[in-house]
């Protein structure tokens, strides 16, 4: 189960200034027709560069329908009291939203919080919850709803962006969880 906290952030207004990405329907087979990106690594076949890990690293085992390949293999394993931190992505609102698969690996409850983390105006590096998955979200592999982030963060204008990282952090006495094809919605309208 999803659940989120409504904040209000000003991030400074600028050129909308995020990078043009490759793209791919990669969760059409749920019914998201959307493009996205993947985030840099956020398949994990590579490795983890770019990635800030405690108690987490690459570990054989692939969500189940390979939406970034059929030769993929790999997944983020993050133990609880881990977390792992993507690399940088930007946000606006032509790029409001993301997405991943994940599942529990161990424990009978415990809950993966989801946030982000990004600098406001002031140079002050904030970071807020913006869902959480619960038990109910299984042992086996799930798709995340589409989280979006750019109303989370008050971006309302097309000149506005930012630059976030996407903070996955399992309760520290809960069950570990694992993390796969972490992608950002470049042109969605969520």
Request: with cysteine.
């Given at each position: 189960?999803?659940?989120?906290?409504?904040?209000?952030v000003?991030?400074?207004?600028a050129?909308a200034?995020?990078p043009?990405?490759?793209?791919?329907?990669?969760?059409?087979?749920?019914g998201?027709?959307n493009?996205?990106?993947?985030?840099?690594?956020g398949?994990?076949?590579?490795?983890?560069?770019?990635?800030?890990?405690?108690?987490?690293?690459?570990?054989?085992?692939?969500?189940?329908?390979?939406?970034r390949?059929?030769?993929?293999?790999?997944?983020?394993a993050i133990d609880?009291?881990?977390?792992?931190?993507s690399?940088?992505?930007?946000?606006d609102?032509?790029?409001?939203?993301?997405?991943?698969?994940?599942?529990?690996?161990s424990?009978?409850?415990?809950?993966?919080?989801?946030?982000?983390?990004?600098?406001?105006?002031?140079?002050?590096?904030?970071?807020?919850?913006?869902?959480?998955?619960d038990?109910?979200?299984?042992?086996g592999?799930?798709v995340?709803?589409?989280?979006?982030?750019?109303?989370?963060?008050?971006?309302?204008?097309?000149?506005?962006?930012?630059?976030v990282?996407?903070?996955?952090?399992?309760?520290?006495?809960?069950?570990?969880?694992?993390?796969?094809?972490?992608?950002?919605?470049?042109?969605?309208?969520?």
């Amino acid at each position: 189960m999803l659940s989120a906290v409504a904040i209000l952030v000003v991030p400074a207004a600028a050129q909308a200034a995020c990078p043009t990405t490759q793209t791919t329907k990669a969760f059409q087979a749920f019914g998201d027709s959307n493009d996205y990106s993947l985030v840099s690594n956020g398949g994990f076949e590579t490795g983890a560069g770019g990635w800030s890990l405690s108690r987490s690293n690459v570990t054989a085992g692939n969500e189940p329908w390979s939406v970034r390949g059929a030769g993929d293999s790999k997944s983020l394993a993050i133990d609880a009291g881990g977390v792992a931190v993507s690399p940088t992505v930007c946000v606006d609102l032509s790029r409001p939203t993301y997405r991943f698969f994940a599942k529990r690996t161990s424990g009978s409850w415990g809950v993966l919080n989801l946030r982000v983390r990004w600098q406001d105006a002031s140079g002050r590096t904030n970071e807020t919850t913006i869902a959480a998955l619960d038990t109910n979200f299984g042992t086996g592999w799930g798709v995340s709803r589409a989280l979006n982030i750019a109303s989370l963060l008050g971006l309302w204008n097309a000149d506005q962006d930012v630059s976030v990282q996407l903070v996955f952090d399992p309760e520290n006495y809960g069950g570990s969880w694992a993390i796969d094809d972490v992608y950002v919605d470049p042109y969605g309208r969520g």
